[in-house]
């Protein structure tokens, strides 16, 4: 299994199961996990489903790669990144960050930073379901802002 987790799924995830695994060595001092939501509203209007779509090969790879910038660049120690893909609806659980490290730093800041990347970098596409329609999401620009500050 190593110390990296990756997982594109259809199914949801187990919280409690991601923790025990980030935080069952004896040296982690901190494990911090993030878990996004499908939202109810987006852009002022009340979404009732989204549905992801992603190149397999190419996603996970590229999340391979987000988890490796992170580890290089903080002392962490082990690290999740779970995605769901198909079609979620309002309040269902989308993505899973987690990181444990000795130190809460490291772990607050890696965290971050791969949440902050696979938003943006991470190859999936997004449709939301609304009342007026269906339509595909781009990135925010709040969310490219966001990748400015780590260099």
């Not at 995830?13 to 509203?41: C, P």
């Not at 979620?88 to 730093?105: F, M, P």
């Not at 696979?118 to 620009?141: C, D, M």
Request: include cysteine.
């Amino acid at each position: 299994m190593g110390d990296i987790q990756i997982a594109v799924q259809e199914a949801p995830f187990n919280q409690n199961m991601v923790y025990r695994w980030l935080s069952e060595q004896h040296s982690v001092g901190a494990t911090v996990i993030f878990v996004g939501k499908v939202r109810d509203l987006n852009l002022g209007d009340e979404v009732s489903s989204l549905y992801l779509e992603h190149y397999p090969a190419m996603t996970e790879k590229a999340l391979g790669e987000i988890v490796e910038q992170a580890k290089a660049r903080w002392d962490i120690q082990r690290v999740a990144v779970i995605h769901r893909v198909g079609l979620l609806q309002t309040g269902d659980e989308i993505v899973l960050v987690g990181v444990s490290s000795a130190h809460r730093h490291c772990a607050y800041q890696a965290n971050e930073f791969i949440m902050d990347f696979l938003k943006t970098k991470a190859p999936f596409w997004k449709k939301e379901y609304t009342k007026q329609g269906e339509r595909w999401i781009e990135s925010r620009n709040s969310d490219k802002q966001a990748l400015e500050r780590w260099g």
